[in-house]
């Protein structure tokens, strides 16, 4: 069942005008979505985007309002959804990242490796790279890779070598086949902790989606979107995206950006963007208690001035 994260903390951080617009840059199972608009008038704007087709259709089904416009894109092509909808600015903007619940809980779309199905992973069902192409197409060094950079994966390695020879007997089609390939390649004490699979099934995701160089893409768009006032609200689960989220507002936040040795400031900057909490918003221990997929969440919120 889909539980958002973060729900209330980012609902009353994002919305400074009830008669506003705002978007959604990933709609996900839509529970920001819905409280979202209950917080807002009846002549507000509500735009929700996601590149899951199944995930769009779920929600227009749950979700029957006047003031909602869904559309099917990837969040990095935010500047080219709004010129389409004819809108130049907004008074709001979340970005809830990684993926769905209502994604991970459908066994056949191979998020999960708990469950047995075909190695996909793909947001887009549209596109043509999933996870079968990279566990079974990249070379040893392409997936070692994205394991360390993406996964953090101290055994990148070892679990590297054992699905390219364990792929030379025969291609590795399922997530049990691949989480088993892992398992055994990494040592028995690391097996006793999280799920040993746990950080390269989250690398290979993040390489079928490209999902940071999408964070990367659109949170500039997402800046330039806002109108004098307007939130900027995003939702990270692991260091990757957190820390890219965080440079990034910290260099749109500083007020110079003149070389430290300089005695005076002459560059004149102006930032974009002040930061409405100095620190990230965390889940409490009661909502980790009742959703456990919240307690990496960080909520992290910007405004334009």
């Excluded at 809830?96 to 075909?118: K, N, P, T, W, Y």
């Amino acid at each position: 069942m889909h539980q958002p994260v973060l729900l209330q903390a980012t609902i009353q951080n994002l919305v400074t005008d009830r008669h506003g617009t705002y978007v959604d840059c990933t709609v996900g199972g839509g529970g920001h979505l819905s409280l979202l608009l209950d917080h807002l008038a009846p002549d507000a704007r509500v735009i929700g985007i996601d590149k899951d087709a199944d995930t769009l259709n779920n929600t227009k089904v749950k979700l029957n309002a006047d003031n909602l416009t869904l559309v099917k894109s990837d969040f990095r092509q935010l500047d080219k959804v709004l010129y389409d909808l004819e809108i130049i600015h907004v008074d709001g903007i979340m970005i809830d990242l990684g993926v769905s619940s209502f994604q991970l809980d459908i066994s056949e779309r191979g998020f999960s490796f708990h469950d047995d199905a075909r190695l996909d992973m793909r947001m887009n069902r549209e596109q043509k790279l999933s996870a079968w192409e990279i566990v079974n197409c990249w070379t040893e060094s392409e997936i070692t890779r994205i394991l360390f950079e993406y996964g953090e994966e101290s055994h990148a390695r070892s679990i590297s070598n054992a699905i390219v020879k364990s792929r030379h007997q025969q291609p590795i089609n399922t997530t049990l086949e691949l989480a088993e390939i892992i398992k055994e390649a990494v040592p028995a004490r690391y097996r006793r902790e999280k799920h040993p699979a746990r950080k390269s099934f989250q690398a290979i995701r993040i390489a079928v989606n490209e999902e940071l160089e999408a964070l990367r893409e659109v949170l500039p768009q997402a800046v330039a979107a806002l109108k004098v006032g307007g939130r900027l609200c995003v939702i990270s689960f692991h260091s990757l995206e957190d820390r890219i989220v965080k440079q990034f507002l910290l260099d749109q936040t500083r007020q110079c950006k003149c070389p430290p040795d300089f005695p005076v400031c002459i560059c004149g900057c102006r930032p974009p963007l002040k930061l409405v909490h100095r620190k990230p918003i965390i889940p409490t221990d009661e909502e980790i208690a009742v959703n456990p997929r919240a307690r990496s969440a960080k909520l992290r919120v910007a405004e334009r001035i």
